[in-house]
């Protein structure tokens, strides 16, 4: 039993060291992204990076000097927003494949798998709730 035990917690953290790395691996290729919007009239663009920071807002011509403050505000709230949706969208579709083992980690983590019952009798001997759900 000791074997088999020591088998499932290599495993578990041969497969956290890898999902680690992994997400590593993400924020490196995340970190030199950006994408731009460009307003329906082509007057304005905004570029953000991975975290939506606005790293570049560029007009193309002229028109917006004779423009309502207000109008102008709107187009440039528009373009920003959606640039930060379309990064949203890559950051997402970069991320999603390790974010269902993290889902599975969580799932582990708070009561949902079998390890749950399995260390129920180690965590009734602890004299302080070892996690949150265990304080009641």
């Known amino acids: 039993m000791h074997t088999r ?14 999902q680690q790395k992994a997400i590593e691996d993400c924020q490196r290729h995340l970190a030199g992204q950006s994408t731009s919007a460009r307003s329906k009239d ?5 570029t953000v990076d ?6 570049k807002l ?19 709230t528009r373009v920003i927003e959606q640039a930060r949706r379309d990064m949203f969208g890559q ?6 494949p390790h974010l269902r083992g993290l889902a599975d980690l969580n799932a582990s983590t708070t009561g949902a798998h079998e390890w ?18 265990d304080r009641k």
Do not use: C, W
């Open 5 to 18: 035990l020591q088998e499932q917690l290599n495993q578990a953290i041969a497969e956290l060291t890898e």
């Open 42 to 46: 082509r007057m304005v663009s905004a």
């Open 50 to 55: 991975a975290q939506g920071g606005l790293s």
């Open 58 to 76: 560029e007009f193309h011509d002229t028109r917006y000097r004779s423009m309502a403050p207000a109008e102008l505000a709107d187009v440039v």
């Open 91 to 96: 950051v997402t579709s970069t991320l999603q």
């Open 116 to 133: 749950d019952t399995f260390l129920e009798p180690l965590r009734k001997m602890m004299p302080m709730p070892m996690f949150d759900e």
